[in-house]
């Protein structure tokens, strides 16, 4: 009896030395490599094909690689050609409905989210020609249609995810309807909802729109502080961060009718910035270069300024035309879609910005946009 107390107190203080060392093991067993986590994903882009266009969907594991799940018809026809655009393909932020461009048949797919794919629950006319890009706020979607005179067009989202047009909602571009559309890239809601934000390619001008109970107001024009305002996010504070194709990304002030540059036009020494990704974190701000096959880290200031941080974050190989990216929910992982190479480049982000690089995943010629959860 008394060997049996002795082994229960000695089992006891074993017990609870454990339970206090193994965390302490634990933090230091860390590599540099990402640790696996506990929310798998999946990473959505389209097909753009205009014999039908479809969405293909990857399942994400726990340590971000890809792997192929299958491929969703939208019921509409893509453009089978680069649409030059960011935010093709949009997921809502609970991730239970996915939107879609059919560049070719001018409408507007919609998705239910399941985890073992996709199922179609609605499509709808774009409300113009040649729809590009997508953004939501709360219970409104907007459209920008690149065909035609170019426009934007809104829609309100019911509970089953359907859009329903809202009456009065579309508005011209810059050019007020008139004449070709000039070569529009994004549409997005401002954070707080309050405004609309359109980038124009060939004029260099950078269009808000008021909002007021999901109606868009009319278009105000305004000069971007480099050439070739392409794709744009919000930051975690409501700062815009917009690439320039000129080689340079800047940042503005934008809510309601004010409109001001914060950083402008900070280079990023490659060519071609053309799309934008936020980390989840809020601090860093990345953009691909279409034509250096590369990616550029900044670092996010809380009053909306830029520093560059690395002109060659990531590297996805020489003529692969990086174009979308998208962040997984859990911030560990950037994706970026190569347009030439065909390839999905998988990135691990450091604590500090950085990437590195965690393998690539082929897709088929002629795919557009990116989104993951």
């Known amino acids: 009896m008394k060997n049996l107390k002795l082994f229960n107190s000695i089992g006891a203080r074993f017990l609870l030395i454990a339970v206090f060392l193994l965390p302490l093991i634990a933090g230091f067993t860390g590599s540099a490599t ?11 882009t389209l097909t753009n094909a205009a014999s039908g266009n479809e969405v293909l969907v990857f399942s994400r594991s726990a ?40 560049a070719g048949s001018d409408q507007i797919s919609v998705f239910a989210v399941n985890p ?17 890009s997508l953004t939501i706020y709360k ?48 549409i997005a809601f401002s954070s707080d909802g309050s405004t609309l934000v359109v980038t124009e390619k060939t004029t260099s001008l950078i269009d808000t729109y008021e909002v007021l109970d999901g109606l868009a107001g009319a278009p105000v ?45 900070v280079a990023t020494t490659q060519v071609a910035a053309c799309w934008i990704a936020i980390s989840k974190n809020g601090k860093f701000a990345y953009t691909t270069n279409a034509g250096s096959g590369s990616i550029s880290s900044y670092q996010l200031g809380e ?34 879609l190569g347009s030439a190479s065909h390839a999905i480049t998988i990135f691990y982000m450091g604590a500090d910005g950085s990437l590195t690089s965690n393998g690539s995943i082929s897709v088929p010629t002629g795919v557009v946009g990116l989104a993951a959860h």
């Not at 491929?71 to 030059?84: F, I, K, N």
């Not at 199922?119 to 113009?128: E, I, M, Q, T």
Request: charged content about 5%.
């Open 303 to 336: 009053d909306g300024s830029l520093t560059l941080l690395n002109p060659t974050a990531g590297i996805t190989g020489a003529g692969s035309s990086p174009v979308d990216m998208a962040f997984s929910i859990n911030g560990r992982y950037l994706y970026a």
């Open 221 to 265: 024009t305004h000069a971007s502080s480099g050439a070739v305002p392409f794709g744009f996010a919000f930051d975690h504070h409501g700062y815009a961060i917009v690439s320039e194709a000129s080689g340079a990304v800047s940042s503005y002030q934008i809510n309601g009718s004010g409109f001001s540059v914060i950083s402008p036009s």
């Open 139 to 186: 219970d409104w979607l907007y459209v920008l249609n690149a065909g035609d005179s170019g426009n934007i067009s809104g829609f309100s989202i019911g509970q089953d995810g359907s859009l329903s047009p809202l009456a009065g909602s579309t508005q011209p571009v810059s050019n007020g309807g008139v004449g070709a559309a000039p070569g529009l890239a994004q």
């Open 34 to 44: 990402a640790a696996p986590d506990k929310s798998p994903g999946a990473l959505y």
């Open 63 to 102: 340590s971000g690689s890809l792997a192929f799940q299958g491929a969703y018809a939208t019921g509409g026809l893509g453009s089978s050609a680069g649409l030059g655009s960011q935010s093709a393909v949009l997921l809502t932020k609970n991730n239970q409905w996915l939107y879609a461009v059919n």
């Open 116 to 132: 073992s794919g996709l199922a179609l629950v609605d499509v709808v006319d774009s409300g113009g020609v040649r729809p590009i």
